[in-house]
């Protein structure tokens, strides 16, 4: 099934762009395993996202053990709920191609994150998987993306060369586009240069401060669709993460 179907089928099933992010960390968890914690939010969200992204920095620091608990919350999640590895990989030729075939194939995810900096070789080892989706960081959420983002040449800032050259990428829809919702007008400009086929992976709900209305507003494409929107420290370490998901979901489609 392509990305794009399987994301249609769960945002209508759970009338959700709501995204989960499991960044289980061992510091804030208590007594609980990281893999009873992961199992407890996917318990009590599962019916209100529509993907779960995980942050493979909050895996990999555990070593061997962070890769197994990687693997067993990636086999616990519901099969029909997107899954985004978030490791913003990248590289050139064949290193690129190993790292597309060690996250959609070894570990069997739905969409990737990954940085465009070394330009098209090491992108189109990702987009050769065209069933999958991979999002590709434009303009990312944090407050110094400023320092290469906005940089101009030609009279445009990089993000803008950045969300035209995913729109020469997306001839498979697959080429998605990591778009902050802490910054609205650039969001809307993004959104108005991919056009409404383009799949956006929007952080920066929640902790960060990005606002609903605005991400919605911009964000979306005209049927209010083809955009996942991600929250994570707000949801999985409220005292109450279904409520705290529920809500977030239902503000979501307030303004859809």
Known sequence: ???????????????????????????????????????????????????????MAFYETL?????????????YIPKDIIIILDGKRNDIGNTAKK??????????CDAVTINPYLGSDGIKPFLDYKDKCSFI????????AKDFQDLKTNDKSLYVHVAEKIKQWNTN?????????????????IREIL??????????????????????????????????????RGIIYSNKPRESAKKLRDEINKYR
């Open 1 to 55: 099934m392509k990305f794009e179907e399987k994301l249609s089928k769960i945002v209508g099933k759970n009338e959700s762009l709501l995204c989960v992010g499991l960044d289980v960390d061992k510091e804030k968890i208590g007594s609980v395993t990281p893999l009873e914690f992961n199992k407890k939010i996917i318990d009590e969200t599962k019916d209100l996202v529509c993907a779960y992204k995980l942050n």
């Open 63 to 75: 070593g061997k053990e962070g890769y197994t608990l990687l693997e067993d919350t990636i086999k």
């Open 99 to 108: 790292y597309a075939t060690s996250l959609f194939e070894t570990l069997n």
């Open 137 to 144: 960081l434009c303009r990312t959420s944090n407050s110094s």
């Open 173 to 189: 829809k697959n080429a998605g586009a990591v778009v902050g919702a802490t910054y609205p007008n650039e969001l809307k400009q």
């Open 195 to 232: 056009g409404k086929d383009a799949i956006l992976l929007i952080p920066g709900i929640g902790a960060q401060g990005g606002d609903v209305e605005k991400t919605i507003k911009y964000g979306t494409n005209e049927e209010g669709e083809n955009a996942i929107i991600n929250s994570s």
